[in-house]
């Protein structure tokens, strides 16, 4: 499609565009507004987390009232980018959709909210999708203070969703007053396709790739191949192929060579198409990372993280990267910053967070957070029994390694010998450790 226009120049401009469109809707923001009933205050003295010194929120998921539990997989998505818009600027600090998402469904108090998760400002709204037409309804408090910043309603056309949720933006930044450059603004508020028939086939496809089952992976690759139909150029549809494609590569379930050539002929092709996309250079390092070349990789995280520092699954994957090239405190450092800004993170997030204590030789600690996980895969164990050996509890970590064995007979010191870690110290002392456990040569 053409190019959105080039957004408004200067923050003077936008004051005066917001003044007249809240003139303009000013009967709905009037009939919005004596409907709020006043919140509650958040107190920052009961809030769980310590408030960040930047402006803090959280997005709320958009209730569907479409009347159509099918179109549930859009509202989600269109607050999924409200969210990731906002945690492109590097001014303010977003809380992740994993952890808004706990509140889903549920009645909730914009004061808990706050509270829970230790912010000032919390977005909620609602959106309608009937036949043609879009019609959301959007508004933001101030916890604190219980008052509500703006409201508002807009009735669209649905093929115009893309400039209505770009002007949801404008307000935030706006009212929020945290200083942004025009480049930055220009970057964030790019869209990367104006087909909404595009658009909802990579939501669906986001929506089958976190099932992470073979099926569902099919099903996604399918997805984003029919969102490219859609739009040839739509480069986060080919970035999220490209992370499909290395996960078949790294899973060892197709044609691997295949598999890996697809997934960086789409990163490639995603960098080209929008060489400011963070989603198009993480697409990139995971592959570049699941191939063991760790200077690219490294090279092409820490784009995506300079142009998205507030995204707590990027944080926490990249992780894995930071401990096979050495850097284990680096990782200890970086997937804690993940946990604040998505406080109810999932369990994944322990293991990577041990896995890290370990290599920095923060025995004690890697044990409290691997004892955490709710759900553990075997490969834990793995981690597990080398932390137990370290700590000199060797006979549990023979019994560890036991129960490990009962699923993966076959796994022994020769297996990971293969593994690709740059720092070899770090892979040696491992394997030295799992080797006292008990690992068979």
């Known amino acids: 499609g053409s190019r959105p226009e080039a957004p408004l120049k200067t923050q003077r401009l936008i004051v005066a565009v917001i003044a007249i469109v809240l003139v303009a809707g000013g009967g709905t923001a009037y009939w919005l507004k004596s409907r709020m009933p006043q919140v509650d205050t958040a107190s920052v003295e009961r809030m769980v987390l310590p408030m960040p010194d930047e402006p803090s929120i959280a997005v709320l998921p958009f209730d569907n009232l479409s009347g159509d539990p099918e179109q549930e997989y859009f509202s989600d998505g269109i607050t999924n980018d409200i969210i990731t818009d906002l945690s492109k600027f590097s001014g303010v600090f977003v809380i992740a959709s994993n952890s808004t998402f706990t509140y889903k469904g549920k009645p909730v108090k914009v004061q808990q909210v706050a509270e829970d998760l230790g912010v000032r400002y919390v977005l909620e709204g609602s959106v309608q999708r009937l036949g043609g037409q879009i019609r959301i309804n959007a508004q933001l408090i101030d916890a604190t203070s219980g008052r509500h910043l703006w409201a508002e309603r807009y009735e669209r056309d649905s093929k115009d969703l893309f400039a209505v949720q770009t002007e949801i933006i404008e307000m935030i930044v706006a009212t929020l007053a945290f200083r942004v450059e025009e480049v930055e603004r220009e970057r964030v508020l790019h869209k990367d396709t104006e087909s909404l028939a595009a658009y909802d086939y990579l939501l669906l496809g986001q929506k089958a790739f976190f099932v992470f089952a073979k099926e569902s992976t099919t099903e996604a690759r399918s997805l984003f191949e029919t969102a490219i139909e859609l739009d040839p150029n739509y480069a986060q549809a080919y970035a999220w192929l490209a992370f499909v494609h290395t996960n078949l590569y790294s899973k060892r379930t197709e044609d691997t060579d295949r598999s890996l050539e697809i997934a960086f002929e789409m990163a490639r092709k995603a960098v080209t198409l929008s060489p400011d996309d963070y989603w198009s250079h993480w697409a990139f390092g995971y ?3 699941e191939t063991g070349d760790f200077d690219r990789a490294l ?12 995204d707590a699954t990027l944080l926490a994957e990249m992780v894995e990267l930071l401990v096979q090239i050495g850097k284990a405190e680096d990782g200890v450092a970086q997937i804690k910053l993940a946990m604040r800004i998505n406080p109810h993170y999932p369990d994944w997030y322990l293991w990577n967070l041990g896995w890290a204590q370990y290599f920095a030789g923060d025995y004690e600690e890697a044990l409290v957070s691997l004892k955490r996980m709710s759900n ?8 597990l029994a080398a932390v137990l050996v370290r700590l000199g509890r060797v006979e549990e970590a023979r019994a560890v390694i036991a129960a490990f064995r009962e699923q993966e007979p076959d796994f022994t010191v020769a297996t990971m010998e293969n593994y690709a870690f740059q720092n070899r110290t770090y892979l040696e002392r491992w394997i030295e450790d799992l080797r006292t456990a008990g690992l068979p040569e």
């Open 287 to 289: 592959a570049y990372k």
């Open 376 to 383: 553990p895969p075997n490969s834990v164990r793995r981690t």
């Open 299 to 310: 090279a092409e995280y820490e784009r995506a993280l300079g142009m998205n520092p507030n």
